[in-house]
């Protein structure tokens, strides 16, 4: 596949990515859940079909009892793509939130409620670092083609970074197929940001044996012969709420209740993605547990605000979370504090756009690419 020259891409490195932080009123801190519903639901009413708000799975249940579709990240992408709304609130971090921009006609705009949402393991993966390392790493091994793939929990300058090398973008339910096409275009893939996805991944197709790691932390002291010798690189990139799991979890939790069944998210570790009953992404957690028989037990291995809605929306199945009291909600989702949600609504309603998340021009096409791409397969 023939290469597009490397352009400047308009990204700098920052925690939140966006720089319009903007802070929350400080008549909207102490709203009480009584009134910020009604404050909720008053503006959803006049908003009517202007606004949809979408909620990811891991979003507490004071959001996603306001939004019109509670989802996983491409689910949510799909939704947004269909909607005719003028605003998408989108309830979820900033990497989700580009891709609903990418995808919506350029006359629907996109809000992230809170600017500080930004998923930590998107941002071990900027495109001006992946760009450095990309030289290095193709210095490894002169004579393959390395194809990027980037999973769909990254920015969007790194999907046009992907795009403009040959990639593609994947979620956790395809990267399998996303890897065979790459492994058709070239003969390597860099993964990036998960190193536990593009694991799990490896050893679905049989490659298990043939991975390394490239910590750009330390990018001196990376093993040139293990890159020019292996078919996947992982990029060491991690999601902290994930990584938690352990085997000993599985084990404990069997040991607790001997009839319960496992299912994880493929962020987790090899090892425990190997000892679990079911794998996938949450909708299919969420899937495994709506589709469970009355009385059977299932421990969740995943973010707990996601477990909490599943014990609320399935009380005829036990559900467990699987690290008991030590397992984590996302840091970045609990940003989206329903008192942000209750503000951008209502500032909508007076006819002003708040935290708007618009993805350059040039960045987005890109990144469109990258997406069309894995859509095509
Ligand atoms: P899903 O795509 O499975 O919803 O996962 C998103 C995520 O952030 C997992 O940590
Ligand atoms: Fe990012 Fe992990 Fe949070 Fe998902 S759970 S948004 S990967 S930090």
Not at 2 to 27: G, H, I, R, W
Not at 79 to 99: I, P, R, W
Request: glycine residues 4%.
């Amino acid at each position: 596949m023939a290469k597009m020259k490397t352009t400047n891409l308009e990204t700098e490195l920052s925690l939140f990515k966006y720089d319009s932080l903007e802070q929350l009123p400080e008549e909207y801190r102490t709203l009480s859940e009584h009134e910020r519903t009604e404050r909720i639901e008053r503006s959803l009413d006049q908003l009517d079909d202007d606004v949809v708000v979408l909620g990811h799975n891991y979003q507490r249940r004071e959001i996603v009892e306001h939004a019109d579709f509670v989802g996983d990240s491409y689910q949510l992408s799909v939704e947004a793509a269909n909607a005719d709304a003028e605003y998408v609130v989108f309830c979820g971090v900033t990497f989700m939130a580009e891709s609903a921009d990418i995808i919506t006609d350029d006359d629907q705009t996109v809000i992230l409620p809170s600017m500080e949402a930004s998923c930590p393991m998107a941002g071990m993966a900027e495109a001006l670092q992946v760009d450095s390392a990309w030289e290095k790493i193709e210095s490894s091994a002169p004579d393959a083609e390395i194809i990027p793939i980037t999973y769909m929990n990254s920015y969007a300058d790194l999907k046009a970074f992907c795009a403009e090398q040959g990639g593609a973008v994947c979620t956790s339910s395809n990267a399998h197929r996303v890897f065979e096409w790459a492994l058709e275009q070239g003969d390597k893939i860099l993964f990036l940001p998960d190193k536990h996805l593009g694991e799990n991944t490896a050893h679905r197709l049989g490659l298990e044996g043939s991975t390394a790691e490239w910590n750009p932390w330390n990018a001196e002291e990376q093993d040139g012969n293990a890159v020019a010798e292996s078919d996947i690189i992982l990029w060491d990139g991690y999601c902290q709420v994930h990584e938690r799991f352990t085997v000993d979890h599985i084990e404990s939790v069997r040991g607790d209740h001997p009839e319960a069944q496992v299912v994880v998210h493929p962020e987790c570790r090899r090892q425990v993605v190997e000892s679990a009953d079911v794998v996938g992404s949450t909708a299919t957690i969420c899937e495994t547990v709506a589709d469970a028989d009355p009385g059977e037990t299932w421990a969740i291995g995943t973010e707990i605000h996601l477990v909490r809605h599943l014990q609320r929306w399935h009380p005829e199945v036990s559900v467990v979370p699987l690290c008991g009291d030590a397992c984590m909600d996302c840091n970045a989702m609990r940003q989206t504090d329903p008192n942000y949600l209750t503000w951008v609504l209502e500032e909508l309603v007076s006819g002003r756009e708040r935290n708007v998340i618009e993805v350059p021009v040039q960045e987005k096409e890109l990144a469109m690419l990258a997406l069309d791409r894995m859509l095509e397969l």
